[in-house]
């Protein structure tokens, strides 16, 4: 080899030994930097009602939160003091659902954490209100599940459990592990 063709050949290892680690670092740049976009909400907004309908046009649930960020790229949407109004089929009364935090999955499941209450707006039903920690709630078929201690109110009776599977629609509840009922008649 010449000694054109070496000086030519160690500039290009020069070149490229002095511009490598600038083009390694843009590239992790890029990686990290679309990393964190995932971890951005698309938008927030504040004090916000949001209704939601089935496939039919009825009236499935309606949401108000003092915070809500959603996450598209992740597939949910967070909530800061939800009040979720769970409606029903067939003109059944909804159901009314708070906590303190709740997320919406793109598959109509909503978990909801810290002081929840879900509570029957109709006030002659047999169960009133259903209080815990954690629950989630599928919004297609009304159904709820907790594995946590629960507080079942009625209006002649108190329940407690670590745990429940219910339908809202029919209204049937399956105890995970029941601990104590009081009945108090008359009240």
């Known amino acids: 080899m010449s000694r054109l063709g070496i000086s030519i050949a160690s500039l290009f290892m020069l070149v490229l030994l002095v511009y490598m680690p600038v ?27 949001t209704t939601l309908y089935d496939d039919e046009g ?5 949401v108000f939160a003092e915070t809500m960020e959603h996450y598209d790229q992740l597939g949910f949407v967070t909530f800061e003091k939800p009040k979720y109004t769970v409606y029903l089929e067939h003109g059944q009364t909804p159901w009314q659902v708070t906590a303190n935090e709740g997320t919406l999955y793109n598959t109509n499941l909503i978990e909801l954490e810290s002081a929840v209450r879900v509570r029957n707006l109709q006030e002659n039903e047999f169960v009133r209100s259903i209080e815990t920690s954690f629950i989630k709630i599928n919004l297609n078929d009304k159904t709820l599940y907790s594995d946590q201690p629960v507080l079942i109110r009625g209006s002649e009776f108190v329940v407690n459990s670590n745990g429940i599977k219910g339908d809202l629609s029919s209204q049937q509840y399956e105890l995970i ?11």
Do not use: C, E, Q
């Open 58 to 62: 009825s009236l499935n649930h309606r």
């Open 177 to 187: 592990d029941h601990v104590k009922t009081t009945f108090s008649p008359g009240n």
């Open 23 to 49: 083009w390694m670092s843009d590239s992790d740049n890029t990686v990290n930097s679309s990393k964190d976009d995932v971890l951005k909400p698309a938008y927030t907004a504040k004090n916000i009602t």
